[in-house]
């Protein structure tokens, strides 16, 4: 009699976790699927000795994922970097992002010239955070900002952008930050 | 524990293995193939640390594009295979031409043993289902071919009629159709 209670006791208590564990057998390998999707990230060209990466600036996307921030790009072309994102409809809030690092593998101290906006001026404040400095790129009411930094020889900087709106976005926006190293 | 959740539980395992391991399998293979430098890196903080490198963007489109499709044709092929086979074994029931035409193309053993439950093409389909949403997904994001994204979408709809078709099979089996007996 007791043997039948305590079976039917580890039944009803066994059910609740057999059903989590089915449930896992699909989430599990979702997540991994999702997580196992390569990203873009520019290798260290290490030379014969491995001592050295090359001499130049290297700016490369961190990636990842986040809730508005998608399709995060990195090109590079007539001497201007350029990081395109989509930014999803959001709720009113603060969001941030590493999303660039940048390298100065040269001898000498460089300037960048930094820059960014929307396409269409959405109430939103866009703001990069290098080294705990802020930047602001563009106000709530459009106007945009070039900024001139600095960047010390032989570092690594993470270029965080952070986004402030007061009232929710219904729609989806492109974003572009422009970067041209000046001579 | 009831023995459908035993059973459930012990059919998932597989597909689960197999929608991993054709993605990462797709990766490695993919990038061996044309040589291109790989690296995996833990940088990145979520569910999981370790992400994997390429240099350029174009090679990361395409090798993510057939890894995906990798994925889908390794989940794909075992349901069809199921779906399948259920149906000739339905039909060998009802038709005589059909095991004529099954020993002509020497696939006696698909009909000899009535082997698929619908709970197993249930569990396959459903993990089809969920890769061909990732692969729609990532074609959303633009991070796969738009083909593979078709193709997913084709197969999911082809795949869900299969499912549905060896489900009324079974509640046939419950509840026969009245007409064909009175």
Redesign the interface.
């Known amino acids: 009699m007791n043997k039948e209670k305590i079976k039917n006791f580890t039944k009803v208590v066994l059910e609740p976790f057999a059903f989590g564990l089915l449930a896992l057998l699909f989430i599990i390998p979702a997540i991994t699927v999702i997580n196992l999707e390569p990203i873009t990230k520019a290798i260290k060209d290490i030379n014969v000795l491995g001592v050295t990466n090359k001499s130049e600036l290297q700016i490369n996307a961190i990636g990842g994922s986040h809730i508005i921030f998608r399709t995060e790009k990195v090109q590079f072309l007539d001497n201007i970097y350029s990081y395109t994102t989509t930014l999803l409809g959001r709720d009113s809030g603060r969001y941030s992002k590493p999303i660039l690092e940048i390298v100065n593998n040269k001898e000498d101290e460089i300037s960048l010239e930094i820059y960014g906006s929307t396409n269409i001026p959405t109430g939103s404040d866009f703001t990069i955070i290098i080294e705990d400095q802020v930047y602001r790129l563009q106000g709530s009411q459009g106007n945009t900002t070039t900024h001139k930094i600095s960047f010390v020889p032989k570092k690594k900087y993470v270029v965080y952008l952070a986004i402030e709106n007061f009232t929710s976005i219904q729609f989806d926006e492109s974003f572009e930050l422009s970067i041209k190293e000046i001579e | 524990?009831?023995t459908l959740?035993?059973r459930?539980?012990k059919i998932?395992?597989v597909p689960?293995?197999i929608?991993?391991a054709g993605?990462?399998l797709g990766?490695f293979v993919i990038s061996a193939i044309h040589n291109f430098?790989?690296?995996v890196?833990n940088d990145?903080?979520?569910?999981?640390s370790?992400?994997?490198?390429?240099?350029?963007?174009v090679?990361?489109y395409f090798?993510?594009s057939l890894?995906d499709f990798t994925?889908l044709i390794s989940l794909a092929v075992p349901t069809i295979y199921l779906i399948t086979k259920t149906a000739l074994f339905q039909s060998t029931l009802q038709n005589p031409k059909t095991i004529v035409k099954v020993t002509k193309f020497n696939m006696l053993k698909w009909i000899t043993r009535d082997d698929t439950t619908f709970l197993m093409i249930f569990v396959w389909s459903?993990?089809l289902w969920?890769?061909a949403a990732?692969v729609i997904k990532?074609v959303l994001?633009?991070?796969t071919y738009s083909w593979i994204g078709i193709v997913a979408g084709i197969l999911v709809l082809f795949v869900g009629l299969g499912a549905l078709k060896t489900f009324e099979v079974q509640v046939n089996k419950v509840y026969p159709n009245s007409n064909k007996y009175y």
């Open positions: 524990m009831s959740l035993k459930a539980l998932s395992l689960a293995i929608m991993v993605k990462a990766i430098p790989i690296e890196g990145i903080s979520g569910f999981f370790t992400q994997i490198y390429f240099q350029d963007e090679v990361t090798v993510n890894s994925m459903a993990f969920l890769t990732i990532n994001l633009d991070r």
